[in-house]
């Protein structure tokens, strides 16, 4: 594919990105979704990671600080999902990280802010606050979905930080990408099996189309962004693979058919043009 196939390229990891969490938050057990698309993982990095170099001493660390957290971002993402709306949790979940990552980068890694950066985070915020208020002030049965949404958020923000580093420091990406998803993946179904041990296997076969489908789908949206990465813009990548904000808002308005659909929307147009804007003033 050429370079003009980017953007289109981009917008479909977006729609998938955002079909398959809706499948997870569609999946009864959304824990045990998480777990058989863990098993889709686990199987693809197993399998590449016999066609690739090793990353190399100096990626452990971060392979392991990645796997930590990418456990906590799942864990925290089913809890989300199983308390909330699809058209809530998504967008601040997805949202929230880009302005953490920013604010790492000041406060953790000491590089300054430009004005059109502190704008577009404080763009990022109101939309957010806007998706958290959009019904009104929330009410304590509602702050444990806010709470592991936002979390979910960090937890994103903690890991992409963290591969950034991991693949620089890898002597092969490739072997880093195959040696993540193996890690992660059995990390997620060990923790799973621990907490649900033998009730597991019948909800594993309940859901296992839709979580598979999601599985599939979330690895072809990476296979997607990772290609566009080595041919486009990382600035316009970064701001179109966020337009998955706004698809899933429009997934729970128009498919899920939950309620304030129509305002959560606006608010994750808000948070996704505050993105686009951070990652134009880099």
């Known amino acids: 594919m050429s370079q003009d196939?980017?953007?289109?390229?981009?917008?479909a990891a977006a729609l998938l990105h955002a079909v398959w969490n809706a499948l997870v938050h569609g999946v009864r057990d959304r824990l045990a979704g998480v777990a058989l698309m863990n098993v889709v993982f686990a199987a693809f990095g197993a399998v590449f990671a016999l066609f690739v170099p090793l990353p190399g001493a100096r990626a452990v660390p971060y392979l392991l600080a990645s796997t930590a957290l990418q456990l906590g971002y799942q864990l925290l993402l089913a809890r989300a999902y199983r308390l909330g709306d699809f058209g809530q949790m998504y967008p601040i979940a997805r949202g929230t990280s880009p302005a953490v990552v920013a604010l790492l980068a000041?406060?953790?890694l000491h590089h300054p802010l430009p004005v059109g950066q502190v704008a577009a985070v404080a763009v990022i915020s109101l939309g957010l606050a806007g998706l958290a208020l959009v019904g009104g002030w929330p009410r304590r049965d509602q702050l444990p979905a806010l709470a592991a949404a936002l979390g979910t958020g960090v937890l994103i923000a903690g890991y992409t930080v963290v591969d950034g580093s991991g693949v620089r420091a890898a002597a092969s990406t490739a072997g880093?990408?195959?040696?993540?998803?193996?890690?992660?993946?059995?990390?997620?179904?060990?923790?799973?099996?621990a907490v649900r041990g033998r009730a597991l296997l019948p909800a594993l076969r309940e859901g296992r189309a839709a979580a598979t489908a999601g599985g599939l789908m979330s690895?072809?949206?990476?296979?997607l962004v990772v290609w566009a990465q080595t041919v486009g813009d990382l600035p316009t990548i970064a701001a179109l693979r966020e337009t998955s904000i706004?698809?899933?808002a429009l997934i729970g308005t128009l498919v899920l058919r939950e309620r304030l659909g129509t305002l959560r929307l606006a608010a994750s147009a808000?948070?996704?043009?505050g993105i686009a804007l951070l990652e134009l003033a880099r």
């Not at 690895?219 to 296979?223: E, H, M, R, V």
């Not at 808000?270 to 043009?273: A, I, P, R, S």
Request: proline share 2%.
């Open 5 to 11: 196939a980017v953007p289109f390229v981009v917008l």
């Open 106 to 108: 000041a406060t953790v």
């Open 176 to 193: 880093y990408i195959a040696w993540m998803f193996l890690l992660q993946g059995l990390a997620v179904l060990g923790a799973v099996l």
């Open 219 to 223: 690895l072809t949206a990476y296979g």
């Open 246 to 248: 706004v698809i899933a």
């Open 270 to 273: 808000t948070v996704l043009t």
